[in-house]
């Protein structure tokens, strides 16, 4: 079986990247653009850092900013009529995985209307032509979303996240640019950074993994053990650090999928409202553990990339809990919650387990974990 890697046609990294979106927008002939961006972003003035330079150029633009931390289906179908409405015809998607995936979402709607119905993208969506263009520009270091060809979008109604993989939605431009990153909060730098670590790790022991991907992820879970911390107090070298190693996170697991740390922390966005990367940093440690035995020799790797002194000299057993530990300390370090006692509730302990099981996510899991375990890691977190 061939292994296939999708990724952006360009991509330009470093402080000041923004600067190089008005030369791309007038290289690709686009005419008016339709800025996806958070609501709490274009309040504080980051959305501005790109549109002042359409501004400078009289570049033509509309914002959308109707979205939700956990975009939902009503997101996605508000920015189709506004996209519709507007006369763009290129989509530039700033903030964190929230406006990133509804861009996509709306982006691959426009050129591919019979899936106007959101929860028909569900899964593999046999669409037929690539999504509206779209320029991303991440505002925080976790998601990847600008690399990537997933999407997750919320349904409201059935309490339910559900993970959108399609090829044509990946963003033809991503603009990392850690200055953007600059004002983000402490708790936000600290769990959206442990996103891009669990997408690190969950990546490199997926059952799809092979050898380039592997490439990326070992290289992403050494650039953030080292920078995660010094990123959270603002450290201009550390948010660069960030930028890039959940970016070449992003490279990877895209290509070769997760596993049941996203599958679970789905489950919690959806019923609490849980930030995806405090779910996935709480239940990283705890499903390493897990899944351990099925990894061969893949956590030693991960524990020297981590920071682990001594590993050479350990025996299997100790080298797969010195990197659990190590990405243990790493959450407390950064003020992660250490367990799931303020977030779920026992009595939808079903719900969630049912939802995990069959999330996309899941199969990927380098361990086929039935409904029994899925519960049992919960009940261990709460």
């Known amino acids: 079986m061939a292994n296939c890697v999708t990724l952006n046609q360009t991509s330009y990294h470093g402080a000041g990247a923004i600067q190089n979106i008005p030369a791309e927008v007038k290289a690709h002939g686009f005419q008016k653009g339709f800025v996806c961006c958070g609501p709490n972003i274009l ?39 506004a996209f519709k409405a507007s006369g763009a015809d290129y989509i530039i998607a700033i903030g964190g995985g929230s406006p ?13 209307p019979e899936f106007a119905d959101v929860r028909s993208l569900e899964g593999v969506a046999p669409t037929t032509k690539p999504s509206v263009p779209i320029i991303a520009v991440p505002t925080t270091a976790g998601t990847a979303a600008e690399v990537t060809i997933n999407y997750v979008i ?20 991503a603009i990392v640019d850690p200055e953007m990153m600059s004002g ?89 409202d849980t930030p995806h ?49 190590a990405v243990a300390q790493l959450a407390r370090d950064v003020k992660i919650p250490a367990d799931l006692k303020e977030i779920a509730k026992e009595e939808d302990l079903d719900f969630l387990v049912d939802s995990a099981f069959n999330d996309a996510c899941a199969p990927g899991n380098p361990k086929d974990a039935t409904k029994e375990d899925i519960r049992a890691l919960y009940l261990s977190l709460m």
Not at 184 to 194: E, F, Q, V
Request: proline share 2%; hydrophobic share 45%.
């Open 100 to 112: 990133m995936d509804t861009a996509k979402a709306i982006g691959i709607i426009i050129n591919n």
């Open 154 to 173: 919320k349904d409201d109604e059935k309490q339910r996240k559900f993970v959108c993989v399609d090829t044509k939605d990946i963003p033809i431009v």
């Open 43 to 81: 309040k504080r003035g980051v959305t501005a850092k790109v549109t002042d330079l359409l501004d400078a150029e009289g570049m033509e633009y509309v914002t959308f900013s109707d979205i939700k931390a956990n975009p939902t289906i009503e997101n996605v179908q508000n920015g189709v009529e």
């Open 277 to 325: 990367g405090v779910a996935n940093a709480i239940l990283l440690p705890t499903v390493m553990a897990y899944n351990a035995d099925a990894t061969g020799t893949k956590y030693k790797d991960i524990a020297i990339a981590m920071g682990v002194e001594g590993v050479e000299n350990m025996s299997q057993e100790e080298y797969r809990k010195a990197a659990v530990d």
């Open 184 to 272: 983000m909060p402490y708790g936000l730098t600290a769990s959206t950074g442990m996103d891009a670590l669990t997408h690190a790790i969950e990546g490199y022991i997926t059952k799809a993994a092979w050898e380039m991907t592997d490439m990326f992820h070992i290289k992403a879970i050494e650039i953030i053990a080292r920078s995660l911390r010094a990123a959270c107090e603002n450290d201009p070298k550390a948010r660069e650090d960030m930028a890039l190693g959940q970016y070449i996170a992003g490279q990877g697991f895209s290509n070769v999928g997760l596993g049941i740390v996203h599958s679970m922390a789905h489950a919690l966005g959806a019923v609490y």
